[in-house]
């Protein structure tokens, strides 16, 4: 089992192949030269726990393990979207679209190593490179890593079949999304057809008189924007993208024992999602769960979600959940109801989680995590405890279980 250092909120991430370099779209203002599908891209290192991912529930985070008192990166992270980029040419219209849903996100984690209930993310330079996806076109590129959490004193231990999954992710990532932008190509694949760019240019042409080559630029930036918020720009690509999902969940499953199937419609300006999971100790879970988030005051957003789970013994346990996030903190509820095999109720528990105070920067600090949880079963009183932990980043004091 290869130790790979933990990540904290502070460790800034960014594309190390081609150093703070990708490749995106490019469309340059009318009247256009000749077409440049795809230009160089630096893009500005940015810490693990990104205001605006934050905000908007991308970064998946510990709220009482920490390091170095500092929350530790997990399975699922993503910094987030409002990544700055500067392509060359600068001036490109489809750079506010490649910014708005940026992405550097984890694709390898530590089964066997778990933290508030979730698998720890990884990440790493040396001395096995474990890369996370970036954001790019074609298609995305394993490429940011955060050079720094090398300096950090403690390791998870990860499995063959862990790294095995993270390398069968990506690849099946990046092969997915290169069958659907080359299949999108063929104009005679109704499916894969982008009807929204044509419609979106005609509409323009029409109602506010543009001229034909405008209408068609303008239809490709409006289309595209549309197209990310629905999730795909034909019906042949959100196929892509959910099948990509599920063999990516399939493959996980197969090598280490846990994995899932999931359906995602919209993003997390406002999406939602149904999610299949089996996890290592033998529980099937369905999850729904609904979002929606703004850019306002650097990011913002709600979700609510219900989970069934069905346990080997034939046990089963239902459980809802709202939360609340800006750069200031967040705020999640989260009711469990547990039953026998007969469906009789056994306990509910219900646990509210504060976490508020400066949870963001490479100099986060004075932060409080405030829980409180209450069980009642039937036939019994009710139980309440309650916990607060607070320091921060430059603080010598001990808060939540430090690693």
Known sequence: MPGVHVSTQSNFVFPMLALFSTQHDFLAPPPAPTPTPIVPCIEIPVPVMWPVGFGLQQNKLTTTVLHKFQFIMLEGHDCGYMIPHVSNPPVNLMLPII????????????????????????SQVAPIPLPMLTCAAPVSQPTSMPPMNLLNNVEV???SADIWAG???????????????????KKKLPFFKNALNPRVASFLETKFLMNAKSAEIYGKVLGGLAGKFLGGSSIGTFAAKTAAASAVGAA???????????????TNYLGG??????????????????????????????????QHSVNPDGTTTNQTATTTA????????????DYDAQGKEKKTTDTDVDVSGE???PNAGNVNVRQTKTTSAPGKATETSSSEL???GSSPGFWGENL
């Open 167 to 185: 390398v069968v992710n990506i690849g099946l990532t990046v092969a997915f999304e290169y069958l659907s932008f080359w299949l999108s190509s």
């Open 99 to 122: 910014i708005a849903f940026s992405s550097r996100k984890v694709v390898f984690s530590a089964s066997k190593v778990r933290a508030n209930s979730t698998a720890v993310g990884c």
């Open 273 to 306: 999602s149904y999610t299949q999971a089996r996890t290592l100790d033998g529980k099937t879970q369905y999850t729904g769960q609904v979002q929606a988030g703004t850019l306002k005051d650097g990011g913002q957003s709600a979700s609510a979600s219900a």
């Open 326 to 337: 800006s750069q200031e903190g967040q705020d999640q509820h989260k009711s469990k109801t």
């Open 390 to 392: 607070s320091g921060g």
């Open 359 to 361: 949870t963001v920067g």
């Open 157 to 159: 231990g990860m499995t």
């Open 252 to 266: 996980k499953f197969l090598l280490t024992g846990e994995g899932s199937a999931k359906i995602a419609v919209g």
